[in-house]
């Protein structure tokens, strides 16, 4: 399981303009044998960066990271963002990472799946305990929002960047409790 990914480039970058403790916005994509999708990846102060995908044809939907998309190869896919979470580690080597497992929203179902502990959460928590592991990353949870932080373990105190993560994520996102 994840063992697997799709080939992925490296877009572009974006400078963020008036958005509080966000360097910048790096965009991949990468092909699936049914569809193209972007990779958004965050980049905040103490090299934080916040991972997020969707599929290229719900980039104007305001629910692209809600929505399910019924391709059924989640793990090559999230192997994909992890490979590129790789690639700016070794770049960045005190980089961490985060994500959010986006809550399901299905207008045709009428269905909408709790914020706290979604199953996109579940899945991405477990690959990212079997693909990262914590010798190279604490790992820090927020079930109730379904957020989760990894901190590098390279950096001189775990615990402070958790607390200037938690800082950060606090004034963007007041509904967290990291």
Do not use: W
């Amino acid at each position: 399981m994840f063992e697997t990914s799709y080939d992925f480039v490296k877009v572009c970058k974006n400078q963020a303009l008036n958005k509080p403790y966000l360097y910048e916005t790096i965009l991949y994509r990468f092909e699936t044998p049914v569809t193209r999708y972007t990779v958004e990846v965050e980049h905040y102060h103490h090299d934080i960066f916040i991972i997020k995908f969707y599929r290229n044809s719900d980039r104007k939907n305001k629910l692209k990271f809600n929505i399910l998309t019924n391709e059924f190869n989640s793990t090559k896919i999230i192997a994909t963002c992890v490979h590129i979470m790789l690639s700016i580690l070794n770049k960045k080597p005190l980089a961490s990472f985060g994500f959010i497992g986006a809550n399901t929203i299905d207008s045709l179902k009428n269905y909408n799946e709790q914020k706290n502990f979604t199953k996109r959460f579940r899945v991405y928590k477990q690959a990212m305990e079997n693909l990262i592991g914590e010798n190279l990353f604490h790992h820090s949870m927020d079930t109730v929002n379904s957020a989760y932080l990894m901190i590098n373990n390279r950096n001189k105190s775990t615990q402070d960047i958790l607390s200037r993560a938690k800082i950060i994520f606090e004034k963007i996102y007041p509904e967290m409790n990291m």
